[in-house]
């Protein structure tokens, strides 16, 4: 009986140094980042995997299909969207529709300085404000992409390469966590990750087919209302969305500035307005209870505190990785409650 | 020494001898013997080696199953709660528990090593996952299950009608002692 609570002993050590890599690894952000963002695709695409794997292909050959696909996919919009990108950018540096936006800006300028005045406030001069806050934002993207863009290569390579091994042999991994588990808890173990396994794919290939969809939606109605840079408003929308109560704004939000600064046209500004009214409805009726199907229910004010922490700890990416995170601690507290009272531990 | 590429593309310059005699000894369970080489090592990679030490739990009785375990090598004995009485022993290449691959009812008796043993555990997510990647190898598994347990059902069956009449001799035997 010693040896087996020795063996014990040393399994549940092994447990806590993993727990502490693990930790380490969190501590160093980026690698943090790299390894949550692979993980998250390996699991979202996991069952494309296996159905092709099903098709008689080996685990091996069947990632590296999917990775040459994804690929081919990368290196289309890089040389289909990154060339409209291009010129937008410039767009935007030279200064090109500043006309209407002035135009506009002097509609709301002259509305508000009659307000100011019939308050006994100062001067309001929006136009000066926002030319600094577009040079600022117009400065600050070449210096991100000078200090940033190590950080961002290492990222871009690593990160399929991650994700390569994840979806290769997530199965040895799990297998061999497993094995590391004490006998009296190594069904139980298995039960409540097969559980886990099955919830957590479900609301994570949810949430994946949800933004993609959004995404799509929005970018197609930017298109008809001939939004400028619809198709990064677009895919910034379909990935904001993940982000509950702020995220819905923030895409509309996007879509606004570039309408109302950009062309300076208030009445395409609530047609945008309109149209993501209707397509967060949409979203809300249709999508969701189709893509995601059973929620993981959180509370609202979790999910606020969640985002704050989230947002402060890892920036934009945590905050659209907090709540799948959130829901996934849940998913563990729920499952391993229901599971522990199946088993009978001394 | 495992080279990168082969640790990158996962092949084997030599068989583990380990993973050989798994796989020898699966061929030899009649749960796995119409399968091939290739089908018996599919099953080998999802199988779980547990190692448990004289007088360790598998599992108790009234628990909920995952799956099967096989004997690799020991002796593990069968109990019925709370009496601990033994109704099986066994041993190497014997396999308990294959109901649960089917359903999640709870067990019907707890395991015991009764020695020091080495057991592969098989268990149903592992199958259902065999089933998505390899329907044709998982229907065959899943097939060959089902013809053990009713095959386990049809004795316990016998046992019972055999345990029957011989109650009913015994009352029988009872009231005539009365009378």
């Given at each position: 009986m010693l040896a087996g609570q020795t063996r014990n002993i040393i399994h549940i050590s092994a447990l806590f140094v993993a727990v502490f890599l693990v930790m380490v690894i969190l501590y160093v952000g980026h690698v943090a980042e790299i390894v949550i963002v692979a993980g998250l695709l390996a699991y979202i695409l996991d069952p494309v995997v296996t159905a092709i794997e099903e098709r008689g292909l080996s685990r091996t050959a069947a990632t590296a299909l999917i990775m040459s696909l994804i690929t081919l996919v990368v290196v289309v919009f890089w040389y289909t969207v990154i060339p409209i990108a291009i010129v937008q950018f410039k767009a935007l540096q030279a200064g090109a529709g500043v006309t209407p936006a002035s135009q506009a800006l002097a509609r709301i300028e002259g509305q508000l300085r009659d307000i100011c005045q019939s308050l006994g406030l100062g001067p309001v001069n929006l136009a000066e404000e926002l030319g600094k806050f577009k040079t600022s934002v117009v400065l600050k993207i070449p210096n991100f992409i000078i200090n940033d863009s190590p950080a961002l290569l290492i990222g871009l390579v690593m990160t399929p390469f991650v994700m390569f091994f994840i979806l290769k042999d997530a199965r040895q991994f799990k297998k061999y966590f497993i094995s590391l588990v004490p006998n009296r808890y190594f069904e139980f173990t298995l039960d409540l990750m097969y559980k886990m396994d099955v919830q957590l794919g479900n609301y994570l290939r949810g949430q994946f087919i949800d933004a993609l969809v959004f995404g799509l939606l929005a970018t197609g109605a930017l298109w008809t209302l001939d939004v400028p840079y619809f198709v990064f408003i677009g895919i910034f929308s379909g990935l904001a969305?993940?982000?509950?109560?702020v995220g819905p704004l923030a895409g509309a939000g996007a879509a606004l500035v570039a309408v109302v600064?950009?062309?300076?046209?208030l009445i395409r500004g609530f047609y945008v307005l309109l149209a993501f009214v209707i397509l967060k409805l949409v979203d809300d009726i249709a999508i969701q209870p189709l893509a995601v199907g059973k929620h993981v229910d959180l509370h609202p004010m979790v999910i606020a505190l969640a985002i704050l922490v989230g947002g402060h700890i890892f920036g934009i990416l945590g905050m659209l990785l907090v709540i799948p995170f959130v829901g996934f601690l849940k998913v563990v507290f729920e499952e391993s409650i229901d599971t522990y009272r199946r088993y009978r531990f001394d | 020494m495992t080279t990168p590429w082969a640790r990158i593309f996962?092949?084997?310059?030599d068989h583990k001898q380990e993973d050989v005699s798994t796989i020898d000894l699966l061929a030899r369970l009649p749960l796995f013997e119409d399968l091939s080489r290739r089908e018996l090592a599919a099953v080998e990679r999802i199988l779980h080696r547990r190692h448990y030490i004289r007088g360790e739990i598998i599992f108790r009785q009234g628990e909920r199953g995952m799956g099967m375990y096989i004997v690799q090598q020991g002796s593990v004995a069968i109990t019925s709660e709370p009496e601990n009485h033994e109704l099986f022993e066994l041993k190497d290449g014997d396999f308990f528990g294959e109901v649960a691959l089917l359903d999640e009812s709870p067990r019907s008796a707890t395991a015991m090593a009764k020695t020091d043993c080495s057991v592969f555990g098989f268990f149903q997510p592992d199958l259902f996952g065999l089933i998505e990647r390899d329907s044709r190898l998982g229907v065959k598994i899943v097939l060959r299950v089902a013809r053990f347990v009713g095959q386990r059902l049809r004795q316990a069956n016998e046992r019972a009608h055999t345990l029957s009449l011989e109650l009913d001799s015994l009352k029988q035997a009872v009231l005539g002692a009365e009378r």
């Open positions: 969305n993940l982000i509950p109560f600064l950009e062309q300076g046209d | 996962g092949y084997k310059s």
